[in-house]
C-alpha cells in the first residue's frame, strides 16, 4: 500500500525579497573576506539583491554570536550567516572556541526564531583553510548562504504554533 505524505515543507533556492546579515570575524581576514564574497555572490545569484545585505565586522569568531543576536533583534532580516575560519594551532584553543561558538549561534537561532546559517571553518591548517575558502573544496561562506536562503523560505511556510 502506497501512501502519500500530505504535508511536506521544504524551502526553495530563491533570494529574492529576502535580507541577510552576514556577520565575519575579522581573525584570519584573508579566508573569511573569501567566505564573505562567496556568501553575497550565492544570495545574488539567486535572485538576492546586494543592497538587502548588510556586514558586520567582528574580532574573531568567537564574537559572531554577539553580533548575530544585535542583528536579530532587529528583526529586520529572514536569515544571518555567520563566517569565521578557526584553524587549529599547538593547543586545544580552537576547540573551545569552535565548540562555544556552534553552540551559541545554534542557541540564538532557536530562541529567536531565525536561521542562522554556520559558515565557520574549522581547520586542521592553512591549506585546509585555503582549499574551503574558495579553492577545489568550495567556499564555506557559499554554502552558509544557499542555507540561510533555504531556511528562510522554509521558515515562511513553516508552521509557526502561534
Known sequence: MNKTVKNVYEGSLDAKGL???IVCGRFNEFFVSKLMQGAV??????GGKA?????????????????????????????LIALGVVIQGATPHANYINSEVSKALAQISLESGTPVSYGVIT??????AIERSGT???????DAAMAAIEMANL??????GK
Open 19 to 21: 535580507r541577510f546579515a
Open 41 to 46: 555572490d550565492a544570495i545574488v545569484r539567486h
Open 51 to 79: 543592497d538587502d545585505i548588510d556586514i558586520a565586522w567582528v574580532p574573531g569568531s568567537y564574537e559572531l554570536p554577539f553580533a548575530v543576536k544585535k542583528f536579530i533583534q532587529t528583526k529586520k532580516y529572514n536569515a
Open 123 to 128: 581547520a586542521d591548517n592553512i591549506e585546509q
Open 136 to 142: 577545489k573544496a568550495g567556499n564555506r561562506g557559499s
Open 155 to 160: 521558515n515562511k511556510v513553516m508552521p509557526s
